[in-house]
């Protein structure tokens, strides 16, 4: 039996989905794709508001267990990650926190490459 996600579920990502969609729509007809895009910010909204489309679409119609649906929740957990520490950097408390954080990741780019790299050739 094919496991897919049931309305209720469906329903929930749905509603969850729809007001960052609206206002990336609203966004891109205010600004124009070209200086829209031209933002990085504004393509990691886009990233995450695509993913969310994407769980919804493929959890009507493929298992949930499915590797393609896998990673479209991946990717749409880091993006919305990423937009989590974006908002975090609001408190004063937590704002160095989250830039020491992104100078790391940018400082271990390069490990990060070649140690994706060798897993990929490994497994």
């Known amino acids: 039996k ?10 929930i990502l749905a509603a969850g989905v729809s007001y960052p969609f609206l206002y990336e ?8 794709v070209i ?9 990691t909204d886009f990233i995450m508001v695509a993913s969310g489309i994407l769980t919804i679409v493929f959890g009507q119609f493929m298992s949930y267990l499915d ?3 896998k990673l479209v929740i991946i990717i749409s957990c ?3 990650l990423i937009k ?22 940018s400082d271990l780019r390069p490990f990060l490459l070649f140690f994706s790299i060798l897993i990929i050739l490994l497994s």
Not at 25 to 32: H, L
Not at 91 to 105: A, D, E, N, R
């Open 78 to 80: 880091l993006s919305l």
């Open 35 to 43: 200086d829209h895009i031209s933002n990085p910010w504004n393509i």
């Open 67 to 69: 590797v393609r649906v």
């Open 25 to 32: 729509c609203i966004q891109i007809y205010k600004d124009g």
């Open 2 to 11: 094919r496991q897919c996600l049931d309305s209720n579920m469906v329903a």
């Open 84 to 105: 989590t520490f974006y908002f975090l950097r609001i408190f004063s408390s937590l704002s160095y926190l989250v830039v020491m954080l992104g100078q790391v990741i």
